[in-house]
């Protein structure tokens, strides 16, 4: 991108993912090349899984003044594809701009939604910080995939501020960074518009999920469905359960309830995957599945 004009940036993530983390080594990369860059986020009532944006601004040679959110970036990068469904990532994106996309999906899947007078750039983050970090959170991952499809700084000037974030466990995320950069698929901008066609979730409305609460108006159930928010699910073994109730009474999101046999089971349409059900059931009765999409 044109360095002789500010570049940018708006991150679309969830709590905990680290959407700030990567904000930060993109403006210190940029500063550690001789830019100007700032880095921020954007923060309400959000809690760990909820729906953040973070922020950066590079410029190659004047000091950068202003400090308000971004509206209409050069840059969107989405950590999260669940996001894609419920939030309009391409809001205010700038013609010849960079959408950059975590997806498990192909470049060609994504083009009929996504594409448009910017280029397209996807790649399986989560996929490679999996193998890579062993977790997946896909900060690191996805830095090099922005470095990618943007080009405003070099992918070894990240080397040193994750060095100094992460420490011991920096190896393991630049190279996570490295696999990134090199799997990052692109496509061109589209002068022609796809035509798109939004399928909405039927969800149940606030009342049936909330029976006999005090609330009188409508949440915003669609946005905070927390069970998009996994990566893996449980999986009850009852042949060893002993309906002790550890499960119901550790879960620190009142998603375990008790059925009419006296078994439990998680709600999966709030159980987030945390696994401290599974951790602290004495009989291993509880399983950590990994979602296949």
């Known amino acids: 991108m044109n360095g002789q004009q500010t570049t940018e940036f708006r991150w679309h993530g969830r709590g905990g993912q680290g959407a700030v983390t990567s904000a930060e080594m993109i ?14 986020p954007s923060f309400g009532p959000e809690r760990r899984g909820a729906p953040v944006l973070a922020f950066n601004r590079v410029h190659d040679s004047i000091p950068i003044k202003i400090r308000s959110g971004v509206t209409n970036p050069d840059v969107v990068v989405v950590l999260d594809p669940g996001l894609l469904t419920i939030i309009d990532v391409m809001a205010g994106l700038k013609e010849n701009g960079v959408l950059v996309i975590n997806s498990p999906k192909s470049l060609s899947e994504l083009k009929k939604d996504y594409s448009g007078p ?5 790649v399986d983050a989560t996929k490679i ?27 070894e000037s990240l080397n040193g501020p994750i ?5 011991a466990r920096a190896p393991s995320n630049i190279t996570a960074a490295r696999e990134a950069y090199e799997q990052t698929q692109i496509a061109p901008p589209v002068k022609t518009m796809p035509k798109r066609v939004e399928v909405l979730e039927v969800l149940p409305s606030w009342q049936e999920i ?4 005090v609330v009188t108006s409508p949440g915003s159930a669609k946005q ?4 998009d928010w996994r990566s893996k699910y449980t999986d009850f073994d009852y042949s060893r359960c002993i309906k002790c109730g550890l499960c119901y009474i550790f879960c620190p999101e009142g998603c375990i309830e008790q059925r009419p046999d006296g078994y439990f089971e998680s ?27």
């Open 267 to 293: 709600n999966k349409y709030y159980c987030k995957g945390c696994g401290i059900c599974a951790t602290e059931c004495p009989k291993e009765v509880i399983s950590m599945i990994e979602e296949a999409s």
């Open 163 to 167: 060095k100094e974030h992460f420490g």
């Open 224 to 227: 905070y469905r927390t069970g």
């Open 118 to 122: 910017w280029n397209l750039a996807v």
């Open 210 to 213: 909330l029976p006999g609460c």
């Open 129 to 155: 910080a999996r193998k890579e970090l062993g977790v997946p959170i896909v900060n690191t991952t996805m830095l090099g995939a922005v470095v990618k499809a943007v080009g405003i700084i070099k992918l």
């Open 27 to 40: 403006a210190l990369a940029a500063i550690e090349e001789g830019k100007f860059a700032q880095a921020f």
